[in-house]
């Protein structure tokens, strides 16, 4: 896993139910605005479900809030 899949997983994680915007995940991640296209963030979230998840397409740990952005599963978050 790189660096920043690793934040961003760890800003999830610790966050269990909280559901952050591509947006805010950049700014926390990346430390800096990002005023163009997110598709970095699905880009690494995708990359991370790939590698956690038993199948990538019916994701368990980091779901989507459609329109809204993405958390990690609030009934798993005690059990890790």
């Known amino acids: 896993m790189t660096f920043t899949e690793?934040?961003?997983?760890?800003l999830l994680a610790q966050n269990s139910g909280k559901v952050f915007s591509k947006e805010q995940i950049y700014n926390i991640v990346w430390k800096e605005p990002y005023s163009g296209d997110?598709?970095?963030v699905m880009s690494h979230i995708r990359n991370i479900r790939?590698?956690?998840?038993d199948n990538p397409s019916k994701p368990v740990y980091i779901q989507m809030v459609w329109g809204v952005g993405y958390c990690f599963n609030k009934n798993l978050g005690s059990n890790l």
């Open 50 to 53: 790939e590698k956690i998840e």
């Open 6 to 10: 690793f934040e961003i997983l760890n």
């Open 38 to 40: 997110y598709n970095i």
